[in-house]
């Protein structure tokens, strides 16, 4: 089985999202998948800027922009599952933006309707199957992740395929104190790698495997405090 996996992180290697989509690789590679990894930051990949949709009516399955997505392409078309990684921002930074934009070339403008909404599908090429979210943030609650899961989602939906589930851990930076892994970030990465290799074996992730890696780490209340405190 084949993954791409983007991280969508300006951080690249040295943010959260990168930790935990590390060890959540290493799960998916230790139940015998391949998987590729790109950094959204570091790909030259511009904003979508052919409104005449020319990828689905003037030569389809063609992006009429030449940068780094050309190189992406083949690779996505040989990929069993996409892995998104971001972090959340407002919601998400702007070369994930552009990256999930740019998947359109992929997707067969052949519509229906199913669940009252109008449906595409991906190409007949493409052997993506299953979309998974890997996304970390600084906030305490899981609602803070509500846009980000929603976007996926629809995502998958919109090329009927089945998303696969959500990898979320807020307050991330918790799993850390003085630049080394805390007892709790262990456990957590340890969740996290369980998590990858749950999706590859067993074609979901276990709902306990993911409220272990979302789990609160201290109090709202005095996460809270802490930020406070920073800024006062």
């Not at 998958?156 to 709790?184: C, W």
């Amino acid at each position: 089985m084949k993954v791409i996996a983007i991280n969508g992180s300006p951080r690249v290697e040295k943010g959260y999202t990168a930790l935990i989509l590390n060890s959540f690789s290493h799960g998916m590679m230790d139940a015998g998948s391949e998987v590729e990894l790109f950094y959204a930051r570091r790909l030259k990949v511009k904003p979508c800027t052919c409104g005449e949709m020319y990828c689905w009516y003037k030569k389809a399955g063609e992006c009429c922009i030449k940068d780094d997505m050309q190189l992406l392409y083949p690779q996505l078309r040989k990929a069993d599952i996409l892995v998104l990684a971001t972090p959340v921002y407002i919601p998400l930074p702007g070369e994930m933006q552009n990256f999930i934009n740019r998947l359109c070339p992929l997707i067969e403008p052949f519509l229906e309707t199913r669940e009252g909404r109008t449906r595409a599908r991906f190409r007949k090429q493409v052997k993506i199957r299953k979309i998974v979210l890997v996304s970390t943030g600084g906030w305490w609650e899981k609602a803070n992740f509500e846009t980000v899961v929603y976007i996926t989602e629809e995502l998958a939906k919109g090329a009927s395929v089945e998303f696969a589930g959500a990898v979320l851990r807020p307050h991330a930076f918790l799993m850390k104190e003085k630049g080394k892994l805390t007892k709790d970030g262990e456990a957590v990465l340890n969740a996290v790698k369980r998590a990858g290799y749950e999706l590859i074996k067993e074609g979901r992730v276990n709902k306990e495997t993911l409220k272990a890696i979302s789990r609160p780490l201290i109090s709202e209340e005095e996460l809270r405090r802490r930020y406070n405190k920073a800024l006062s």
